[in-house]
Nanobody, 124 residues
């Protein structure tokens, strides 16, 4: 079993930055890929970023490419999502997730474990 706990959310003005953290416990952190998803009110949960086991491969949707950066520190059992140039449309609850199987890592079904989420609100 893997436990994931997100932190770092909050209120920020448009154009600002936030760094989310996802602390993992349980299984060996370096054995699974990590992803970030987000869910805005009234909308489906959507893919925001993913990183492979070693950190050598990273994936982003076009909506955040060039503004968001995912990283991981396997020694600290933590994944990060650096969000820059934030826009009001980035407002959502952000969830981190862990995947034990090799896949595209861009779909909800690719992931086995989920955190509880952290709120990010971007004001205009």
């Amino acid at each position: 079993q893997v436990q994931l706990v997100e932190s770092g959310g909050g209120l920020v003005q448009a154009g600002g930055s936030l760094r989310l953290s996802c602390a993992a416990s349980g299984r060996t952190f370096s054995s699974y890929a990590m992803g970030w998803f987000r869910q805005a009110p009234g909308k489906a949960r959507e893919f925001a970023a993913a990183i492979s086991w070693s950190g050598s491969n990273r994936y982003y949707p076009d909506s955040v490419k060039g503004r968001f950066s995912i990283s991981r520190d396997n020694a600290k059992n933590t994944a990060y999502l650096q969000m820059n140039s934030l826009k009001p449309e980035d407002t959502a609850v952000y969830y981190c997730a862990a995947a034990t199987r090799k896949s595209s890592w861009t779909r909800l079904s690719d992931y086995d474990y989920w955190g509880q989420g952290t709120q990010v609100t971007v004001s205009s």
